[in-house]
């Protein structure tokens, strides 16, 4: 199985300062499609896990361009230019180029 | 707008069975694979399995720690698909969620609570 390795696993941020999560995974996300197949989802307090992004970079409908992501083959970095109190949650990167499919052990933002 | 709607959770004692249900609405069901995530209480998220859409053969895939115990099915003629969980255990405990599943979950349930326990 491929291992996503997040970090950190906490962070506390003032809002309007960045925010950065990193995730790793054990094998290449790349895929001979040329498509990278990592994602990134925020669960918030009490709510079901809601996509970010998809496939590294992309934001998914209705996310704000405070939300940006990167990287390639194994380590990816999730970025939010300035945080916001709507921002807390715990933010888990997945992967689904193979099965079984993945997940971080998530990271917890929580605004100071 | 997309809805992804799961029902028939409840408290169920070790080794007994139950059966899931997730209704789909806003899209074209048949043409999406569908997965099942859980999440048990105050833990991380974990893929139970997906079914393809018919297209693909509508076949299914699991994950190692329900495998031969769970079955996923659907029902395209009413946008519904199943988890069923057979011989549950007490580490099946969790929420479970319906995803649309396009090579990544885009769309979410609320979630259903199952509770194994004597």
């Known amino acids: 199985d491929i291992v996503m390795t997040q970090t950190p696993l906490s962070l506390s941020v003032t809002p309007g300062q960045p925010a950065s999560i990193s995730c790793k995974s054990s094998?290449?996300?790349?895929?001979?499609?040329?498509?990278?197949?990592l994602y990134w989802y925020l669960q918030k307090p009490g709510q079901s896990p809601q996509l970010l992004i998809y496939?590294?970079?992309n934001r998914f409908s209705g996310v704000p361009d405070r939300f940006s992501g990167s990287g390639s083959g194994t380590d990816f970095t999730l970025k939010i230019s300035r945080v916001e109190a709507e921002d807390v949650g715990v933010y888990y990167c997945?992967?689904?180029?193979?099965?079984?499919?993945?997940f971080g052990q998530g990271t917890k933002l929580e605004i100071k | 707008e997309v809805q992804l709607v799961e029902s028939g959770g409840g408290l169920v004692q070790p080794g007994r069975s139950l059966r899931l249900s997730c209704t789909a609405s806003?899209?074209?069901?048949?043409?999406?694979?569908m997965s099942w995530v859980r999440q048990a209480p105050g833990k991380g998220l974990e893929w139970v399995g997906f079914?393809?859409?018919?297209?693909?053969?509508?076949?299914?895939e699991y994950a190692a720690s329900v495998k031969g115990r769970f079955t996923i099915s659907r029902d395209d003629s009413k946008s519904i698909a199943y988890l069923q969980m057979n011989s549950l255990k007490t580490e099946d405990t969790a929420v479970y969620y319906c995803?649309?599943?396009?090579?990544?979950?885009?769309?979410w349930g609320q979630g259903t609570l199952v509770t194994v326990s004597s």
């Open positions: 496939e590294v970079s």
């Open positions: 094998q290449s996300l790349l895929h001979s499609d040329g498509k990278t197949y």
């Open positions: 079914i393809r859409s018919k297209a693909y053969g509508g076949t299914t």
């Open positions: 997945m992967q689904s180029i193979q099965l079984p499919v993945t």
């Open positions: 995803t649309r599943d396009y090579s990544h979950f885009d769309y």
């Open positions: 806003g899209f074209t069901f048949g043409d999406y694979a």
